[in-house]
């Protein structure tokens, strides 16, 4: 079973509030707000986005490259931290 299925429900409660978000944006550009305000927004949209793109990474690593099937070595393990790691510092 897919890690995005596990958690589905959550992860489409994330992109519900990632759409509300850019439709704020969409109505800060319309209505001619201050141009802050909307790079504001845009920045954490930019960090909502990417803090899920954070979790389904981290799905993924987790379900698809450590070998569901073994047990993985604590190595496999370390690796798989290390990697998921480095790719959330990444997307900050």
């Known amino acids: 079973m897919s890690h995005t299925v596990v958690g589905k429900k959550k992860l489409l409660d994330r992109v519900k509030r990632i759409r509300g ?3 704020g944006i969409q109505r ?5 707000r201050d141009p802050a305000a909307i790079l504001h ?3 954490a949209c930019r960090g909502a986005l990417n803090g899920l ?3 389904v990474m981290e799905g993924h690593v987790r379900l698809h490259v450590l070998d569901e099937r073994h047990l993985p070595t604590p190595e496999q393990e370390q ?5 998921i790691d480095v790719i959330k510092s990444y997307l900050k």
């Open 21 to 23: 978000q850019i439709e």
């Open 28 to 32: 800060a550009l319309e209505e001619e």
């Open 41 to 43: 927004g845009i920045a």
């Open 53 to 55: 793109m954070a979790e």
């Open 79 to 83: 690796s798989a931290q290390d990697l």
